[in-house]
């Protein structure tokens, strides 16, 4: 077993998560009564950020372990994703069916919605209106297990994996102007972002076969100041223009920043302190459990506030630090479990 040293990625997931949590309960203030602040936070960028993020460490992994003992071994592949993503993923799912049951609320219980979470294709859900409300954004979850499905194999049997990498994303971008141009289909689509997983997955190939003719390049401040820029507008004045590529845009600019953060000794943002590597440990639980918290307290508040700026405050509190809280303790005393197990058929471990 190896291991390998990756600072940063704490740092990255939990600007992600925090991306996302506050962009959320921004948008669902209306749902409790009270007027959103608008705040500028894009939900929608931070879950594009955590898929390029996705799609560098595991490519990164995969190479490292095809080119440590010659193959990936692919069903220890599957068995360490289905320990780090299925117990908490399916725990939700449980969590919503009791909510909904126990709550007087307008949203039914329905079989096919919950038909297309438990086979992970929660994406089509959302693109076909059929999302379960307080797991809402498991959406990109399945996003990532459709991708975990096939990366391996792809890299596994791939003599020359960049290829298979520049091709999944040439595909998914001709499919996506077709379904653009045909006024069908382009919704879905849109949710299914392989390429930009394929795009982390290709700045992970870059780092192990080219770091060093691409390091200047990549390594430059000049390169650094934008590509951290386009992370500061998704705090401050989100791009959404030119809809068709936005996301793989972000996802370049993404992509650069992975690199600079793991691998560059000069990088002018770094990212290792202990909060950013205790937000990062709980970026999965927060992902998964703070639409689960917003949506009780709609439940639970609706219309007994009263629509003032003090309101909204208390919102974003009590939201954020019960996501925390239930973060922590979903870590602590569930995922940890699974993940010890899941190091066990680790042949290469990354310590991020």
Partial sequence: MKSIHLPGLNGIRSIAA????????????????????????????????????????ITFLLLKEKESYSKIQITKFYIRRILRIWP??????????????CLKTSFPIR???????????????????????PIEPLWSVGVEEQFYLIWPL????????????????????????GLFILG??????????IDCMAIGGLAAWLVINKLESISGFIFSKGIQ?????????????????????????YSVAFAFVLINISFNTNSIIRLQNRFWDYIGKLSYGIY??????????????????????????????SCS???????DLSYRFFEKKFLILKEKYSPIISRV
């Fill in 288 to 317: 998964i459990i703070h639409m689960p918290v917003i949506f009780l307290g709609q439940q639970l508040l609706n219309n007994k506030l009263r629509n003032s700026v003090q309101s909204g405050i208390s919102i974003f509190l």
């Fill in 184 to 193: 069908h289909g382009y919704w879905l689509i849109t949710l299914t972002r």
């Fill in 321 to 327: 630090i019960l996501t925390l809280v239930l973060s």
């Fill in 88 to 101: 908490l993923y399916f725990l939700a799912i449980l969590v919503s069916v009791i909510m909904l049951a």
């Fill in 18 to 57: 925090l991306i996302v949590l506050f962009g959320h309960i921004d948008q669902m203030l209306p749902g409790f009564g009270i007027s959103t602040f608008n705040i500028p936070f894009a939900p929608r960028y931070g879950v594009t950020l955590f898929f390029v993020l996705s799609g560098f460490l």
């Fill in 111 to 133: 079989a096919l919605n919950y038909i297309l979470y438990v086979f992970f294709l929660p994406n089509v859900a959302f693109a076909m209106k059929l999302t379960v409300k």
């Fill in 225 to 249: 100041l934008l590509s951290w820029a386009a992370v500061l507008s998704i705090l401050i004045y989100p791009i959404y223009y030119p809809d068709f590529l936005i996301h793989e845009c």
């Fill in 154 to 177: 792809l890299m596994h049997f791939s003599k020359k994996p960049q290829y298979s990498i520049f091709a999944t994303v040439f595909v998914y971008l001709t499919a996506k102007a």
